[in-house]
């Protein structure tokens, strides 16, 4: 599976833009404002349906323009004994209000949940190092991320958790002690089997990580923990029952799975006390590959790496691994760089250079 062609149209700096891709290494070199983070960032938008650089619509929309549209054709890999390519479209607007219109294969579909198990997607850039010191969201989300496409049960369990989750907090806000037990049975039965596959996805992919960060960060001794959000003493419908008063008086749900996270530690203590932000940035690095690896093992899908000015990220020799990892998976891979030289002789590749009047004058 691969993106094969991107089209942009009042997307950031690109008034209309067509680029067809590489389904092995793509570079997009140029110098700063030309537009190479944009791709980039058009392409998350048709994984996630969302930015990865602002929640602000406006600053994404092309100024004096009143929308934007990224438009994608993915080809797909043919099933067994079938020699014919498959493909499907993709296709999101958004315009100032933030009224947002997504296609699948010319058809519009209800919310961007219908989009994430079509292209998955990795993002490595200068903010990866977040992930380790910006709070449990976006190591839980990471997480969620990898059981969705490996487990198949989890999006409606996740729904209906949400849901019900909902339900729960609305109560507790309005003081309604008698209505809380209604939602209490299904919520620990849904939350204590949400925890079973996150912890199963955690246990297997740990093992996948280990040679990432054996050979990115040798001489650091990390250690990773799931934790589910509630006491390991405790069943969740235990934990709530003692909670309650407290949920009450703060108006929400204080345990249970959305509390869940990814625990880190470096030398004994939470990694994000200890390390530097390079090192950080090396273990989010190796985090992110080996869950790309764990999903080819495991789902026998490819995923969409997203590098952006990499030589900010690592070294020459931390280049060349990361590079030969990807190489390996056979994915695809869409770098950035403002000097060719930063990416190294690359095979299979395709050069799209970007000149500042946000052209693409030729390809190789």
Not at 214 to 219: T, Y
Not at 332 to 356: C, K, P
Request: hydrophobic residues 40%.
């Amino acid at each position: 599976m691969h993106l094969a062609r991107l089209e942009l149209t009042h997307f950031r700096c690109f008034s209309k833009q067509i680029l067809a891709l590489s389904p092995h290494f793509n570079v997009f070199v140029g110098k700063n404002g030309t537009g190479k983070t944009a791709i980039l960032e058009a392409i998350y938008y048709l994984g996630f349906g969302k930015s990865f650089r602002t929640h602000l619509i406006r600053r994404v929309i092309q100024r004096d323009q009143s929308h934007f549209s990224v438009f994608g054709k993915v080809e797909l890999a043919p099933p067994e004994g079938d020699p014919l390519q498959q493909h499907l479209s993709l296709g999101i607007q958004q315009d100032t209000t933030g009224e947002t219109c997504i296609r699948l294969n010319g058809e519009t579909v209800a919310s961007r949940a219908d989009l994430l198990g079509l292209l998955p997607i990795q993002l490595i850039n200068t903010e990866s190092y977040r992930l380790i010191d910006s709070g449990p969201i976006p190591r839980r989300e990471f997480v969620d991320w990898g059981v969705f496409h490996v487990k198949p049960a989890f999006l409606p369990l996740w729904r209906r958790l949400r849901h019900n989750l909902k339900q729960r907090n609305a109560a507790l806000k309005q003081k309604l002690r008698s209505h809380i037990p209604s939602w209490d049975h299904e919520l620990a039965e849904l939350g204590e089997t949400l925890a079973v596959l996150r912890q199963d996805y955690c246990d297997h992919y740990f093992q996948t990580l280990k040679p990432f960060l054996e050979r990115l960060l040798p001489n650091v001794p990390l250690s990773f923990r799931y934790y589910r959000g509630w006491s390991a003493d405790s069943d969740l419908k235990t934990a709530l029952e003692a909670h309650l008063d407290r949920d009450l008086a703060v108006g929400y749900t204080t345990v249970g799975p959305h509390r869940g996270d990814l625990h880190c530690h470096a030398y004994g203590v939470p990694a994000e006390g200890v390390l530097s932000r390079g090192q950080q940035k090396l273990l989010v690095i190796a985090m992110r590959l080996a869950q790309g690896l764990f999903l080819h093992e495991t789902a026998g899908k490819g995923v969409i790496y997203l590098l952006d000015d990499m030589a900010a990220e690592l070294d020459a020799a931390n280049r060349a691994f990361v590079l030969e990892v990807l190489a390996s998976l056979k994915s695809q891979v869409l770098l950035t760089a403002i000097d060719r030289q930063d990416v190294g002789e690359l095979i299979s590749m395709t050069e799209i250079f970007l000149n500042e009047a946000h052209l693409v004058p030729r390809e190789t």
